[in-house]
């Protein structure tokens, strides 16, 4: 290759990158690698393109690669943490990051990072934060650090939900509305008439996930009378993600977009609706939707803990117990309340049986996200405990996660606990179980006695999946939407006249059942199905309420 022809596909391929078009960038620089080895820059732009196309073992060798050659290319650096992180070598990126500080105490783009790693791996939201306040104020990082600071702030916090919700809407106004930017809601398309309406879902969660068993029932229905566009925002795929698929009549993997491109190519579609399902876990979709690109949109399932913030939504989709009366001015989206309770729930195919509640000890069990496992709630976890060995039997707290492989998180919840710990000797023990897989996990939530709730943030497909099995779930009520799951759910299982039935517990030794009988409004998909399909098609849900 002449050094013209080499200087022109390394233009190209740099341009491709710079598009984000990542696997047309790796197949341009692959062809350049025989020539190019030993180049730095080279190895770095591969790297980083490769970490894109979501082949993060090949980006840590080429990361590496570049670091070899110019050990000062911090740049470099962070393409190998993202890379171990997207390995499942968490542990090993941070260890990466407390180096990095050191070396680089100037450079931002460490402490955002490892406070990723400390919110998502290690749970500390706490800690996540004060990763983070030196750069509010910094140009280059001040908007990743406000985000990070705000979505920890939602799980652990001495600030009110009022404050949290207000700085949630300042954030939206200043980094993600880009109406602001002369993109008028008028300019939104006006899908041409067709005999079968184009119904728009967006999401990273199209998998197993929240997204998945709350509204997979309802999307079932919808595909009979709805063409059903898919608009994937993430690289992970299992057999949720198959079953998802085969509802689709149009599926887009769209993660690599940003936010400009991904407006215009759902504008494209011509839409006749939109539902975003990913929310405040994605908000380089959230900036992109910001201009309205579908003729109506709608918030559902999916990093729905809060408001938006924005103002193109013709809806957030709730229900009375989620949002009771008075809640509107928490949100810049016309409340949606629909009738029969805003999501239902699907059983994984591998759904343990109900098993006997255990004799020998009272088992409470905390199986929420650790990140929810928030300060306050651990200090009146001491006193639950305390209040629950007044019966003399033994008791036993299981903590059940994945991320409880982490040495520091398993430090800090014990550290917390030790009052009560010290008080009951012998009688309290506590264990960490870390699951190998969703099926693992379900089967030791069938252990439990009772599940104890985390509070601000509550459980939400946790509190589902223990009320299935037959686990009692207890906990507090907050202001926010993410603090009233476990209340709405728990108020949905039969219905208002069934109020009284809920507190029940099981007898130790006797025989459990499902929580979530065959009627229940969390079981009733046809009726779910039919208010989305009256609010999707009417713009209300009245008809379908009456």
């Keep these: 290759m002449s050094v013209i022809d080499l200087q022109n596909m390394l233009s190209l391929a740099d341009q491709k990158r ?33 970490l894109g ?21 911090w740049q470099s650096a962070v393409v190998k943490v993202r890379a171990l992180s997207a390995l499942g ?23 955002l990072e490892l406070a990723t790693i400390t919110l998502h791996e290690e749970c500390d939201a706490r800690r996540a934060r004060q990763l983070v306040q030196p750069y509010l104020a910094s140009p280059a990082a001040a908007t990743d650090a406000h985000l990070t600071d705000l979505m920890a702030s939602l799980y652990d916090r001495d600030e009110s939900a009022q ?24 300019a939104s398309p006006v899908p041409a008439p067709r005999t079968r309406k184009r119904l728009g879902l967006l999401s990273p969660h199209f998998n197993c996930s929240p997204v998945f068993f709350f509204c997979s029932g309802a999307l079932e229905l919808l595909d009979s009378e709805y063409d059903l566009y898919f608009f ?53 979709a959230l900036k992109a939707i910001s201009t309205k690109p579908a ?51 699907t059983l994984p195919p591998y759904m343990p049986a109900p098993v006997p509640a255990s004799t020998h000890s009272h088992v409470l069990g905390v199986i929420a996200n650790p990140v929810k496992v928030s300060v306050p709630f651990l200090a009146e976890l001491n006193d639950t405990l305390l209040t629950r060995a ?9 903590f059940i996660d994945k991320r409880y492989q982490h040495p520091q998180l398993k430090e800090r919840v014990l550290r917390a606990l030790q009052p009560a710990q010290a008080q009951l000797g012998s009688q309290l023990r506590m264990d960490f179980i870390v699951p190998g897989s969703h099926l693992a996990y379900l089967t030791a939530v069938g252990q439990l006695s009772e599940m104890v709730d985390t509070f601000p943030y509550t459980g939400g497909l946790t509190t589902m999946e223990a009320l299935t099995l037959g686990v009692t779930c207890s906990g507090k009520t907050g202001t926010l939407f993410c603090e009233r799951h476990t209340q709405a759910h728990r108020y949905y299982l039969r219905g208002p006249e069934a109020l009284r039935k809920r507190a029940a517990r099981f007898k ?25 399909s009256q609010l999707f098609t009417h713009g209300s849900v009245e008809k379908a309420a009456a």
């Excluded at 790796?26 to 490769?50: D, I, K, M, P, W």
């Excluded at 196309?53 to 290319?73: I, T």
């Excluded at 499902?514 to 409004?521: F, N, Y």
């Design 163 to 186: 404050s949290v919700n207000e700085r949630a809407i300042q954030f939206a106004r200043t980094h993600l509305d880009r109406s602001n930017d002369g993109q008028a809601f008028a």
């Design 18 to 50: 710079n598009a984000q078009q990542w696997s047309e960038a790796v197949r341009l620089y692959r062809q350049l690698e025989s020539q190019l080895t030993g180049n730095a820059a080279f190895h770095h732009n591969l790297a980083l393109c490769l």
């Design 390 to 398: 007044d019966s003399g039997m033994p008791l036993e707290l299981r």
């Design 53 to 73: 196309a979501n082949q993060p073992g090949d980006a840590l060798a080429q990361a590496d690669l570049a670091l070899a050659r110019q050990a000062g290319l």
């Design 508 to 532: 130790p030794g006797e025989a459990r059942h499902s929580l979530v009988p065959a009627d229940s409004p969390r079981a009733d998909h046809a009726a779910l199905a039919a208010s989305l």
């Design 232 to 284: 994937n925002r993430s690289h992970r795929a299992d057999w949720a993600t198959q079953q998802l698929r085969a509802l689709a009549t149009e599926w887009f993997d769209v993660a690599d977009l940003s936010a400009e491109p991904l407006d215009a190519f759902v504008r494209q579609q011509a839409l006749d609706v939109l539902v975003d399902l990913g929310g405040w876990m994605d908000p380089i």
């Design 295 to 345: 003729a109506r949109m709608y918030k559902w399932v999916g990093g729905q803990s809060i408001t938006t913030g924005l103002r193109a939504f013709d809806g957030f989709i709730s229900d009375t117990e989620q949002t009771p009366a008075g809640y509107e001015p928490w949100f810049t989206e016309p409340l949606v309340r629909l009738p029969h309770g805003y999501v239902t729930y």
């Design 89 to 111: 070598r968490p542990q090993e990126a941070a260890a990466l990051l407390e180096a990095l500080r050191t070396r680089y105490p100037e450079r931002a783009e460490f402490a």
